[in-house]
């Protein structure tokens, strides 16, 4: 039986930055590529490192979109998700996005009706002139999902893991950073 641990890895190019790693006692870190699939068990064992990291690490100047914003939660959905096979196989809805200080970049996480998660990276068309790494098409033709690793700040990851534990976030993070 092969045991497997998830953990997260600051990034090389962004040392403020951080990626998921799978751990088995065969692979030490193997990156996890296209997230599809991940459940509330893989989240949930992931160890969060950013007890030293002050407010503005954290927040990176990303922003936090509040799903009480029901029209930018509508447009983000669409912006996340795949117009791909994959991407039409089920109904998701947003968990929730951040949106990188221009404006330019959206991280989310989608939930599927089979209850799997899926972590995403959408650009817009002023990013994508100068991303040279492989994309697909959004549900937004304006828009590119990311077919990379998930590369993210720690407020990403902290958000993905209070989501996945039922926590109001609104109530825990104070979004008006």
Do not use: H
Request: charged residues 25%; proline residues 3%; contains cysteine.
């Amino acid at each position: 039986m092969v045991d497997v641990s998830y953990t997260l890895q600051s990034y090389s190019k962004s040392l403020k930055e951080y990626q998921m790693i799978r751990q088995t006692n065969k692979t030490k870190n193997a990156r996890i590529g296209l997230q599809y699939g991940l459940t509330n068990s893989i989240i949930n064992t992931l160890e969060l490192p950013f007890d030293l990291l002050d407010r503005s690490e954290i927040w990176a100047k990303w922003k936090y979109v509040s799903k009480t914003n029901i029209e930018e939660t509508q447009k983000n959905l669409i912006r996340l998700t795949p117009n791909t096979k994959m991407g039409k196989s089920q109904n998701w809805s947003l968990m929730f996005c951040i949106i990188s200080p221009d404006e330019r970049c959206i991280k989310g996480a989608l939930r599927g009706n089979d209850d799997t998660i899926t972590i995403m990276t959408s650009i817009s068309k002023e990013c994508q002139k100068t991303y040279k790494y492989q994309t697909c098409r959004s549900m937004d033709t304006e828009w590119k999902i990311c077919q990379c690793k998930m590369i993210a700040p720690p407020i990403f990851w902290i958000i993905l893991k209070y989501m996945i534990n039922n926590k109001y976030i609104d109530m825990i993070i104070d979004i008006d950073e």
